[in-house]
């Protein structure tokens, strides 16, 4: 049997013209979405979803793409763009009830939950981001040989045939690769829950590649736009993150400050999948937040 989050219900949800997301939701109270990053699914959150449930609704979709999930075909550039999935979130949160709600993601579902804070600012209340920077800035810091920690990112850049041929004749060697490296701790992710980030990675390369080669075009072209409107976050914002800004030669926190003026920005000692490595740290950074 597949893994689960213990006590959350299951279900399969519309959110767009023939794409569901499918999406686990427990608890009651306040409500919060929690979005997953690469190369996982939403079983990443399962430690900080369950702490969170005894008091909020907590809400947490495979990203379409991603996981068992819709994965429609990229026809036109957007359908994986970072706009695109935040409207997703938004109609998945209405599809519960929730015009407004609080958002928090890792790594892939961070650069969604900033795209739905800046496109949708009325409807999101309260945003965590966990180890990414906002698009723009993220290319801008990556350069000379430091920028081979990335090279995930270039691969993935390329126009479509070849990202998708490569990864595919070496699925499990490609995205156990991050498991492995980007993991201080690598009891957090336990072999069960690793074989199905794996099983899942495997039967969406297509749509993960599309993913990150939105991030090189689409969503660098919708942030730079906000960047030139002075669009910002307007919500209470924390970002727990690594400090791989003083590797790579760059002030973090004041690239955040730059999009979010209500920030808190903090950095964390553990490894890069830090809501499974460190979940008692999260669940506290979450909770002041929507203290906030």
């Not at 924390?238 to 791989?244: E, G, S």
Request: charged share 20%; hydrophobic share 45%.
């Amino acid at each position: 049997m597949e893994p689960r989050i213990t006590g959350f219900d299951y279900q399969r949800v519309t959110v767009a013209a023939g794409v569901s997301l499918n999406t686990a939701v427990g608890g009651s109270g306040s409500p919060i979405v929690l979005l997953h990053g690469f190369p996982q699914t939403h079983l990443m959150w399962r430690h900080v979803a369950a702490d969170l449930a005894s008091d909020h609704t907590v809400i947490c979709p495979d990203l379409r793409g991603y996981g068992d999930s819709d994965k429609p075909a990229d026809t036109d550039g957007q359908t994986y763009s970072k706009r695109t999935m935040a409207a997703d979130v938004v109609a998945l949160a209405r599809a519960f009830g929730h015009q407004r709600f609080a958002l928090a993601g890792h790594d892939r579902g961070a650069l969604v939950a900033i795209r739905a804070g800046l496109d949708h600012p009325g409807t999101i209340t309260h945003l965590a981001s966990l180890d990414v920077l906002p698009t723009l800035d993220m290319w801008d810091v990556m350069h000379g040989t430091s920028a081979a920690v990335g090279f995930h990112l270039y691969l993935m850049a390329q126009p479509p045939g070849l990202p998708e041929q490569l990864i595919n004749a070496g699925a499990d060697a490609f995205f156990g690769h991050f498991l492995d490296i980007w993991a201080r701790n690598p009891e957090a992710i336990p072999a069960d829950i690793r074989a199905a980030y794996l099983k899942a990675s495997r039967g969406a390369v297509d749509s993960i590649v599309a993913d990150y080669r939105a991030s090189a075009v689409a969503d660098v072209a919708h942030d730079q736009a906000d960047r030139r409107a002075g669009n910002r976050l307007r919500m209470p914002v924390t970002v727990l993150q690594q400090d791989w800004g003083a590797a790579l030669g760059f002030d973090a926190a004041a690239r955040w400050q730059a999009w979010a003026p209500d920030l808190q920005h903090t950095t964390v000692s553990c490894g890069h999948f830090m809501a499974e490595e460190a979940p008692a740290d999260v669940v506290k950074a979450l909770r002041a937040l929507l203290a906030r």
